[in-house]
């Protein structure tokens, strides 16, 4: 440990084994373009866009630009029967790259939060139509929808959920789509497994549909190791919905803002939902915000009531912060400027092909794909999940490379400025690791 490192005991990480840490803090200073500094002023290749956030790359002028003049102009407005001009412009501009279909903003700070927004908000849609016993949410095995109560329930990664005792009543989960029997090392979107989608039907035979107020699925799920929906699922999900009038919230917390190859994996996939929870590249990570997308109907139910009651008795007191804002517009700024919305469907290729020359190293199992996301899957230690992982995980920052895993599938999600000599350096650096890790 350097002289500099600061005093450790009094911070309790999220997400992270403190004690092991401790014992040896990876500690990051500064970060520019695709590259972190760490305190022995070492770079580090960002291979996950900070956390699937960074996506035009760190320390972006337009963004900085416009958090430092808008701290100094107005530090804080009030959200509630306040407004600043701003948010009513970031929303308007946000409209224009949404899936059709989709032209409301709804501000939060964080992924969970648009997560227990969007669950909230269906369940106050049926409710102002009349349609009031359409309470029940569905999630999926798997699904990563955040931390807070609303998320970890119609989430289902079991670690996330079994410390917490009781979750909502009322929530059902339809099977994952991972099938490695059928779909390992499929290139995109795999072929096999449709079919995992009418889940929901047996589950509106079980409930009736009277009962259903919304299905929430990622539509590639992240934080469980990379599952890439199989052709044709989303789509018959869409219809199930549509057929039994339940909501379907796509929740593009990773997706959104370009990392399928389209601004909205919505579009990436053809299919559009009710309600899309968005967060991370919507700021490039800058500052905290979150937003649920809503489609118009849903917004209107609620706008039936005498005009001066407030229609939503929901929202936070830094929903549409003034810094979140400005940060967000100097991000859709530097997206457009730079053409990043659609920047890695042109380097999906060339990611694809270097992600698929893993296969064959020891113990990788599968390797998954789409956009600038990739999933790399080893085969467990017996009796120590998610340790081979881990331990690549650890070599590969040892030798300059920033890399996440959940469980035992190693994920990257570089930023969207990665050129292809740095795909080249992550891949090798991965390489290295797993022959190393054998
Ligand atoms: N939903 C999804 C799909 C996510 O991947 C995440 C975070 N990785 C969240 C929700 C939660 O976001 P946050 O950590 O900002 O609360």
Redesign the pocket.
């Known amino acids: 440990m350097s002289p500099d490192t600061p005093a450790m005991d009094a911070y309790w990480m999220p997400f992270t084994a403190n004690r092991q840490f401790k014992k040896a803090p990876r500690l990051l200073t500064r970060a520019d373009g695709m590259y972190f500094t760490d305190d022995k002023g070492r770079q580090v290749l960002d291979g996950i866009a900070g ?2 956030c960074v996506n035009a790359g760190h320390n972006r002028p337009r963004i900085v630009q416009a958090i430092q003049q808008q701290a100094a102009e107005l530090d804080f407005a009030p959200p509630f029967q306040m407004g600043h001009p701003k948010a009513f412009e970031l929303a308007e501009r946000l409209t224009r790259i949404m899936p059709a279909g989709l032209n409301k903003v709804f501000y939060t700070n ?6 227990d927004t969007a669950l909230k908000m269906a369940i106050a849609y049926h409710r102002a139509r009349g349609e009031g016993t359409r309470t029940r949410l569905i999630g999926r095995e798997r699904g ?4 807070n109560f609303g ?1 970890i329930s119609v989430g289902g990664i079991v670690a996330n959920r079994k410390m917490f005792g009781t979750m909502l009543g009322g929530v059902d989960h339809i099977r994952h789509t991972h099938d490695p029997a059928r779909n390992a090392f499929s290139v995109g979107q795999p072929v096999h497994g449709a079919e995992f989608a009418d889940d929901l039907e047996k589950l509106v035979a079980l409930h009736d549909a009277s009962t259903i107020a919304a299905v929430i699925v ?1 539509p590639v ?3 469980t190791g990379v599952l890439i929906p199989p052709q044709g699922y989303l789509q018959r999900l869409r219809e199930i919905c549509d057929k039994h009038g339940i909501l379907l919230i796509f ?4 997706t959104g803002f370009g990392r399928t190859g389209s601004p909205f994996a919505a579009q990436t996939f053809g299919v559009t939902p009710d309600l899309m ?1 968005v ?2 590249g919507l700021t490039n990570g800058c500052v ?1 915000m ?1 937003a649920v997308f809503a489609a118009a109907k849903i917004h209107d139910a609620f706008m039936n009531g005498p005009e001066h009651l407030i229609e939503f008795f929901h929202g936070y007191t830094y929903s549409a912060h003034p810094l979140a804002c400005a940060a967000a517009l100097g991000t859709l700024d530097t997206y457009a400027e730079e053409g990043l919305l659609t920047r890695a469907a042109e380097m999906q290729g060339y990611f694809a092909e270097c992600l698929h020359s893993l296969r064959g190293e020891p113990n990788v199992i599968d390797v998954r794909n789409i956009g600038l996301v990739g999933g790399v899957e080893l085969a467990p230690i017996a009796g120590e999940p998610g340790k081979r992982a881990f331990n690549v995980f650890l070599d590969c920052w040892d030798q300059g490379a920033l890399i996440r895993t959940t469980g035992d599938t190693i994920a990257l999600s570089p930023p969207l400025i990665i050129e292809r000599a740095q795909i080249d350096q992550l891949i090798d650096t991965l390489r290295g690791a797993l022959k190393r890790a054998a």
Do not use: Q
Not at 110 to 115: L, P
């Open positions: 956390l699937w964080s992924g969970s939060e648009s997560v990563y929808h955040g931390v998320g990622e799920a992240g934080s929740d593009e917390v990773i929870t967060a991370k905290p979150g």
